[in-house]
């Protein structure tokens, strides 16, 4: 297993670890995450700055492994599959559980994982008839847009908190909207192509 492989194989066992994290009952263990009050009026709970930390983590391993497996012409199937499903267990585990537990609108990941599964579907077809259909620039913004924010929701929207203006709520707002017009996009692009006997 090469470097990138091993590294993608690491942001699994990350995001796994994480979701545990968030959904573990810790209550009912009679277990309790301590919370803290800073600047003043803001109330931040040590569980979601942990897994905050672990979700910058495993993020910034997603650039690193695909990098390096380009750069070395290190790329594998292997990598592709296993890169595609760390991306899935991260960031549609997390939009779940965040929505769960009231830290985001449950229409975001409603629409985002929705939005995924269509431009999945058609990278499938198109895939089977040989096409191979790229990240849209749109695409790539609205990945840029939410991974910011969820990292701004686990950190409580600090430091815009402290000025009264809810960054991560309008860059989860924003990826959602991206999403919609990247999948229309994606669909619009390779229309004539999936309608091909």
Same mark, same amino acid.
């Given at each position: ?12 066992? &990350?995001?796994? =670890? ?9 209550? =009912? ?6 919370? %803290? ?26 650039? &690193? ?9 290190? +790329?594998?199937?292997? !990598?592709?599959? =296993? ?10 585990? +997390? ?8 830290? $985001? ?13 269509? +431009? ?6 198109? !895939? ?19 991974? $910011?924010?969820?990292? &701004? ?8 908190? &402290? ?9 989860? %707002? ?12 994606? %669909? ?10």
């Amino acid at each position: 297993m090469n470097l990138p492989n091993k590294i993608t194989v690491f942001r699994i066992i &990350l995001s796994i =670890m994480l979701l545990v994290l968030l959904i573990f009952p810790f209550d =009912m263990c009679g277990l309790s995450w301590p919370s %803290y009050q800073v600047f003043g009026s803001i109330t931040i709970n040590l569980e979601y700055i942990v897994g905050g930390v672990i979700f910058l983590v495993a993020s910034l391993t997603d650039f &690193l492994d695909g990098n390096i497996a380009r750069k070395k012409g290190l +790329v594998t199937d292997f !990598g592709k599959v =296993m890169d595609a499903i760390a991306d899935k267990v991260l960031v549609n585990g +997390v939009l779940i559980v965040l929505a769960c537990n009231g830290f $985001i609108n449950v229409v975001i990941p409603v629409i985002i994982i929705t939005r995924d599964i269509f +431009v999945d579907s058609i990278k499938m077809v198109a !895939g089977n008839k040989g096409k191979a259909v790229g990240a849209s620039l749109l695409g790539k913004l609205k990945t840029i847009c939410m991974m $910011i924010g969820l990292t &701004l929701v686990f950190f409580y929207n600090l430091p815009f908190e &402290l000025l009264n203006i809810n960054v991560a709520e309008g860059l989860m %707002y924003a990826a959602t909207v991206l999403s919609i017009i990247s999948g229309i996009q994606y %669909y619009l692009v390779n229309k004539d192509f999936l309608e091909e006997k």
